[in-house]
Nanobody, 119 residues
Framework: QVQVVESGGGRVQPGGSLRLSCAAS????????MGWYRQPPGKLRELVAT???????NYADSVKDRFTISRDNAKNTVYVEMNSLKPEDTAVYYC?????????????WGQGTQVTVSS
């Protein structure tokens, strides 16, 4: 079994910064992609950013130049540094880890962490 746990959410004023962390643990030989997604109030879950095991990144247009995703493969951990936060960044942020095992793809999700951007 694989567990994915996010941390680092909270309340911040517009223009502020937050850093989210996500650690995967359990029966893991290697993790393929890791990513951050978010679900704003009343909306569907959407992509924030993803990163491959070799460091290739992909960002949603809405967060480019403000958010930075990174990972520590030795710790099975992914981070997202969020700067210049806006009220529209308010959402529950979810992390996922994609693992290939015996030819099958498994995606594991964390429970989410709330980020609120408000003055």
């Amino acid at each position: 079994q694989v567990q994915v746990v996010e941390s680092g959410g909270g309340r911040v004023q517009p223009g502020g910064s937050l850093r989210l962390s996500c650690a995967a643990s359990g029966s893991i030989s290697s993790i393929n992609d890791m990513g951050w997604y978010r679900q704003p109030p009343g909306k569907l879950r959407e992509l924030v950013a993803t990163i491959t095991s070799t460091g290739t990144t992909n960002y949603a247009d809405s967060v480019k130049d403000r958010f930075t995703i990174s990972r520590d493969n030795a710790k099975n951990t992914v981070y997202v540094e969020m700067n210049s936060l806006k009220p529209e960044d308010t959402a529950v942020y979810y992390c996922n880890a994609v693992i290939f095992r015996r030819g099958a793809k498994y995606t594991y999700w964390g429970q989410g962490t709330q980020v609120t951007v408000s003055s």
